[in-house]
């Protein structure tokens, strides 16, 4: 439940400040209240100055526009859900669905809600495989979630039997949002995408102003008649190019290769390992780094896709800073090259209205696009919904539903801004079951 004085929360919701970081997780609270961010980029829009915080309140007053609103929430209570809720306090919990598939058909009735809408399975453990890399010499360990390039989701998606998304929109990114990465097709065999040595990277999260998880391909190739060697860092590449020992071609495929451990660090391991429907944000994002087994294991947590239908994401950098800290992920700066960029797409986080098991206590968030999407891309800009008059708040399912009720003037939508900066999260959607 979010912990706002009055006399704050009317303030924060008269001039559109103070929210900035409640798009991603209720410990950001605290610092809201003392002034830091700003929660949108335009402030021309009008919040409430009423919040029911940890209730659906029921004796609504006169809201204007009666007809025409009450039309709109006619539009998203048609229908049935495809969420299924928690199951109650007393009750017995039945068998729940067993992989991503079945949990997208299941359904429920609005009248279900009450005051409280929690998913079963809100956050669950998701593992990925790792692979390990070289940075300068030194170890890397990082995970590939995405690619914008079908062959290479293809490719590695056999390799490494865990599920790489397309993402189109990656080829869009523009080089200072990307770092570099060399990966081999020919030499010494090994673990690299392609079968042979491990992928060299030119940056690491100990550098924050040249990382990103967001690479750029250069194939590197052993030139005939030499004998190959484990090339380590970038420095012996381009040594190895003016021997004329190997050739370098730089191609147009991004892909989603966060790190996790790196020299001298690593992502921050949850100290709580249990998961529940109400598992906070805040404290890191992964649960277990398992060297030996070449596995990590993340948090994935429950959302919606643009169509209403379950989707589940995991969260690996962040940029500005102190959001990246207080998640527990990389920080990565130049992710805020993506704010105008469409690398990035829309992600919908709730500040009011029907409680729920959403980052900040409401209802969980929807994405403007999903896998299989031609506009689906890890890489979120970050919008806030308030609802004008928590009173009338509705359970919204899909982005057309944002779309009718912003239409019908019964909510403000806004950009986030935490510590007045562009905002962007990587979060992969995946499939925690595969």
Known sequence: ?????????????????????????????????????????KPTVKASEKICGDRLCKDASDIGAEQERKKAQAEITKGKSKIPLSVPPGQEEEKGPKNLAELQEETFDEADLGSVLRLSRANVPATIPLHKGFFNGEAVYFIITDSSDKTHADTITKNQGWKVELAPPLANAPKEALSKTFMFTNGVKGNGVHGFQAEVFTSTPAQPDKYSALTSHVHVTWNEGVTPTVLDSEQAILDAQAAGQVSLQELKVVLNMPQIVWPGGQLMVKEDKTLTDETPYGGGQVLDVDLDKMTVTFIAHRGWGPDGKTIYYIVTDATPEMPANM?????????????ANSAAVDLFQFMNGITGSGPMGFQAGIAAAAPGDQNYSPMWRIFMIGWKDPASAKLLETKADIDAIQKADLIDVGLARPMDSDHIVNCPFIDPFQ
């Open 327 to 339: 998640m527990g992920v990389a920080s990565a700066p130049t992710s805020a090259k993506l704010i």
């Open 1 to 41: 439940m979010l912990l706002i004085d009055e006399k704050n929360t009317h303030a924060m919701n008269k001039t559109l400040k103070y929210t900035g970081l409640i798009a991603i997780l209720s410990l950001f609270t605290v610092a809201i209240t003392t002034g830091h961010f700003d929660a949108y980029a």
